[in-house]
């Protein structure tokens, strides 16, 4: 493995002692093999403490003016992780058992000393520096790795118990990590590994207030100790958040359903359209050849009238599905535009769907006092949607209320947005109504095309997809908020261009 941190091979030896022959005799002992500072003084051995960290050894005497050396030691063990040699020419023993039970030198060395002795003392006090300082570095890097991971990481050994974790979870079951729901599942992954040695989910959990996520959880048997069996091996686990990628590989496979069923549609409703008009025409020259008494003169129109109108719905509903081919093509975007103004000119467009409601619908118009607010979009599509929602509302409400159209300025990241727009707020276009509601199962379908919860004849289910090709192919998301008997609220986010 290679070294994370440079470390000196060789050794980096302080001598202090306060008699300059001694400092000479020491130097030429170990000139050969280290690289060497000498001090004649404690305090200036202080001072080249700090300004040389690389320093992996201290030799020093006991008996200095100022200072002794065990309380040089002392001091200086505050400013360097250097392991300590004290030396000592007197039967000093009270020093060096003090300076051992401090922890503050490794050996000591009685003068005179045997030269052999004292090389074997610093290189393996420089060895111990080293193998130190390299375990505070993985310690260091370890412990920044796991604060700043974007996901949480579980160590745990054969029995489950926590070992390490960037969540609180040290020294209890690792189960205690998870929320409630994903027990079993840890519990069958952890088997898994014992089996296989690696093992990883995909999962949707559910909060106490009914908001979901998605969690990968990604689980393998660590090769240490080496040679124990998995059964009895530590295992790593590691929990990532990824609900923002799943709704938008989501979105990203609707949209090319979508796409792709537009341009079917569009092809299958040319080629209805021009068997219609064929149709139509055939009848019209049928109809002015209608021949018998007035009886059955009258049947045979009334046979021809029902067909015409056959004719009629089936072209409505080939304008149905060419809008829902475009829907998904940008096309002509214009220039950007101010919302507000827009929705206070539709108005009257969006109150007259609710014209002669039974009983009676209200229409509130919410627009916010700050502006503007400038959206690049498809106008004729955005009043196609609107309005769309609006008569869904409407439909919803067979004992009458009130339907709301709101304008606002929401916190909501686009991740198509174009660069000129704003990348962390976007517009939110809401529709509410206070009708019955959807169940969440009905929920999960309601941008399918063809999916309709109306009656036989009364939609096609082109509606909410056409508008969610529509606001997909213009770098926005839909947001829909149900629930049975407490209304709807539908969301088209928009992105809104700097100002």
């Not at 060895?127 to 990481?153: C, D, N, Y």
């Not at 599509?381 to 409407?394: D, G, K, P, W, Y």
């Amino acid at each position: 493995m290679n070294e994370p941190y440079s470390i000196e091979a060789q050794p980096c030896v302080l001598l202090v002692d306060d008699e300059e022959e001694i400092l000479v005799a020491l130097g030429d002992l170990l000139e050969e093999s280290c690289t060497l500072l000498k001090a004649s003084d404690p305090c200036s051995a202080l001072a080249l403490l700090e300004a040389h960290p690389e320093v992996s050894v201290i030799i020093s005497d006991q008996r200095m003016p100022g200072m002794t050396g065990d309380q040089f030691l002392t001091r200086a063990s505050a400013l360097s992780d250097a392991r300590s040699i004290l030396m000592t020419g007197y039967a000093d023993l009270d020093a060096v058992v003090a300076a051992l039970n401090h922890g503050k030198i490794v050996a000591y060395v009685h003068k005179p000393w045997d030269a052999d002795h004292v090389l074997c003392l610093v290189h393996e006090a420089h060895r111990t520096w080293q193998a130190q300082r390299a375990l505070k570095v993985e310690q260091a890097l370890l412990h920044g790795l796991m604060k700043s991971l974007p996901f949480g990481l579980v160590f745990s050994d054969a029995q489950g118990r926590c070992i390490r974790s960037n969540r609180t979870c040290q020294g209890e079951d690792e189960s205690g990590h998870y929320a409630p729901s994903l027990k079993p599942v840890i519990a069958r992954l952890r088997e898994k590994v014992w089996r296989e040695g690696q093992a990883e989910e995909l999962l949707e959990v559910t909060d106490e207030e009914g908001q979901s996520s998605w969690h990968e959880i990604v689980r393998m048997a660590l090769k240490w100790p080496e040679g124990v069996p998995l059964s009895g091996a530590w295992q790593v686990s590691m929990d990532r958040d990824v609900t923002r990628r799943v709704l938008l590989e989501n979105r990203l496979n609707r949209g090319e359903r979508l796409e792709a069923l537009g341009r079917l549609a569009g092809g299958v409703a040319h080629d209805f359209n021009n068997l219609l008009t064929i149709l139509g025409n055939c009848l019209e020259a049928l109809s002015g050849r209608v021949q018998g008494d007035g009886q059955a003169r009258a049947m045979q129109q009334k046979w021809i009238d029902r067909a015409m109108e056959t004719v009629d719905r089936g072209e409505g509903l080939t304008r149905r599905l060419l809008q829902f081919g475009r829907a998904g093509k940008g096309g002509r975007t214009g220039e950007p535009f101010d919302i507000g103004p827009f929705l206070k000119e539709r108005a009257s467009l969006f109150r007259q769907g609710f014209y002669g409601a039974v009983p009676a619908i209200r229409f509130v118009l919410e627009l916010p006092d700050e502006g503007p607010f400038l959206v690049l979009t498809c106008l004729e599509q955005l009043e196609m949607a609107l309005l769309n929602l609006c008569v869904n509302a409407r439909d919803a409400m067979p004992h009458g209320g009130t339907v709301t159209l709101a304008a606002r300025r929401v916190a909501h990241a686009l991740p198509a947005a174009p660069p000129d727009c704003e990348q962390e707020q976007a517009l939110a276009l809401e529709v509410r109504d206070e009708g019955e509601g959807m169940s969440e199962e009905v929920q999960k379908h309601i941008f399918e095309p063809f999916f309709t919860t109306k009656q036989p004849g009364k939609g096609t289910g082109l509606g909410l997809a056409g508008i969610y090709s529509f606001v997909l192919a213009h770098h926005g998301d839909v947001a829909v908020e149900s629930a049975p008997g407490q209304g709807t609220v539908m969301r088209l986010l928009l992105p809104l261009l700097r100002g």
